[in-house]
């Protein structure tokens, strides 16, 4: 029988995504991910060189995947707003990208695959501008800062939004967050001083 090595670095894949979520670069484990995965430790090695490299794949695929995925759609303010919910909705079915982020900037310091997320962040800081026609590029890099910080904090601050709001209610959250970027983008994409 053939072994799958699309499905082992999926697997594997996975299990990295949420051993590193739970715990962080420095407490994941590579037994542990291996475990998770139901693969030899070997595996990891094979296909991805390290924990690094396995740290690095699995933030890169869930912020590429976050960005390739979901793209701003028609023009206008209201577009990037319903951006902005969307993504909510994929950070919060998907809590280990916001906590992925968390980690890697409290324990690395520095961004892994800086690269690649660079490429699909222009490439959606284009959308935002091609939505809002005459948004500077530093207005639209802002407001794509903006709406992914507030949807992974709802995230990786839960205990924060418990002691400000009380129950967490993500569907109120979720028209806040959209709201908020509509007001942005708007005032934004009409040329105030801040837009610049």
């Excluded at 949807?151 to 209610?169: K, L, Q, R, Y």
Aim: with cysteine.
């Amino acid at each position: 029988m053939a072994w799958d090595t699309d499905a082992t670095k999926e697997k594997l894949l996975e299990a990295a995504i949420a051993e590193f979520s739970d715990r962080g670069y420095s407490g994941a484990r590579i037994h542990e991910i291996s475990r998770r995965a139901g693969c030899n430790r070997e595996r990891i090695y094979f296909y991805f060189g390290g924990k690094e490299q396995l740290f690095e794949a699995a933030l890169t695929r869930q912020l590429v995947t976050a960005l390739a995925d979901l793209p701003v759609v028609g023009t206008g303010s209201s577009a990037v707003a319903d951006f902005a919910g969307r993504y909510f909705d994929f950070a919060t079915g998907r809590p280990g990208l916001a906590r992925l982020t968390s980690w890697e900037g409290l324990e690395r310091g520095h961004p892994v695959g800086a690269e690649e997320r660079a490429l699909h962040s222009a490439n959606k800081v284009a959308q935002v501008r091609s939505a809002l026609p005459g948004m500077s590029q530093a207005a639209a890099e802002d407001l794509l800062l903006t709406i992914v910080t507030l949807c992974h904090a709802w995230v990786s601050s839960p205990t924060v939004h418990a002691v400000m709001t009380g129950t967490p209610d993500a569907d109120r959250r979720r028209r806040a967050i959209m709201r908020t970027t509509e007001l942005l983008a708007a005032d934004a994409a009409a040329g105030s001083p801040g837009a610049s």
